[in-house]
């Protein structure tokens, strides 16, 4: 996945020491990285994969 380099967004519910960053994708679907450890790996989601992991933590 091609991820949209300028719109990575640090989390509203990160913490100072434990903060995460979001992307969108260029094929619609997401990808979340460590702001702390930036290179080391980012998780990416394709849009279906993404839209059914935001479903199921609205449904928490």
Known sequence: MN???STWHKASYSKVDTCVE???T???G???RDTQHRAL???EFSAAEWRALLSDIDAL
Do not use: K
Request: aromatic share 6%.
């Open 3 to 5: 991820i949209i380099a």
């Open 22 to 24: 979001a992307a969108y």
């Open 26 to 28: 260029s094929a619609g």
């Open 30 to 32: 997401a990808a979340i």
């Open 41 to 43: 790996a980012t998780l």
